[in-house]
């Protein structure tokens, strides 16, 4: 079976300090990895994902993630916070060799930047 | 016009009412799914298809049916709704397995 922890339900960071939001997966071959953000009242939003190749992943909003397979880990990553990077980040998990999965997300973390 | 559009995007049932709600796509996908998301349990598998004559349960299918009507619509059901249904829910699509999903907006249900 699949599944994802974000170990983090909250976190906060200062304007201009770099954040990190974590994410740990379980699969039981290869993994696809995403990472998702929700802005109040919206849906989710594709931010990037890993399928192969390049550990780190460089993505929408001058997000990046890197995966680490011996961590299991696909944190997120960004230099420098913004206000507007306030939401709730989903990271999520396919197993490549398991044919035909659905995604499975975690339970989210939110992240506050402040001014 | 959004890629993926759910209708309602609000909704007030009461407690036993049968509800609907609908998913429709513009991507050409094959693969749809619902997701339900509560505060602090993130998003849970509800149903998906991965074409029109293939059906699955998710993880918490108990209390809901699914219909694919064609490849661009999977519609939700609750038969029988329950105050505990009360969450919001999320169509979803995809392409292949290494691509990811878009999502629609969203229905907020409350069963009173």
């Known amino acids: 079976a699949q599944s994802v922890a974000q170990p983090e339900d909250q976190v906060n960071v200062a304007e201009g300090n770099p954040l990190t939001v974590k994410c740990t997966y379980s699969v039981s071959g290869n993994p696809y990895l995403f990472w998702y953000v929700q802005y109040p009242n919206r849906g989710l939003q594709f931010l990037l994902k890993y399928i192969t190749g390049d550990n780190l992943v460089k993505g929408s909003y001058g997000f990046e993630a890197e995966f680490n397979k011996s961590q299991t880990s696909f944190h997120l990553k960004k230099p420098s916070a913004l206000v507007s990077d306030s939401a709730l980040y989903f990271c999520?998990?396919?197993?490549?060799?398991?044919?035909?999965?659905?995604?499975?997300f975690g339970k989210g973390t939110r992240l506050s930047v402040i001014a | 016009d959004a890629d993926v559009t759910q209708t309602p995007r609000n909704r007030i049932t009461k407690t036993g009412k049968r509800i609907m709600l609908e998913c429709s796509q513009t991507k050409g996908h094959d693969r749809m799914y619902w997701y339900r998301q509560d505060p602090g349990l993130g998003l849970r598998l509800i149903y998906y298809?991965?074409?029109?004559?293939?059906?699955n349960k998710g993880e918490i299918s108990d209390g809901y049916s699914v219909s694919r009507q064609a490849q661009a619509k999977f519609s939700l059901s609750l038969e029988s709704a329950i105050p505990n249904q009360t969450a919001l829910y999320f169509c979803?699509?995809?392409?292949?397995?290494?691509?990811?999903?878009?999502f629609g907006q969203g229905t907020r249900l409350t069963v009173v």
């Open positions: 298809s991965f074409d029109v004559k293939d059906i």
């Open positions: 999520a998990v396919r197993d490549r060799n398991s044919g035909n999965t659905p995604l499975v």
């Open positions: 979803a699509t995809s392409d292949f397995a290494n691509t990811e999903a878009f």
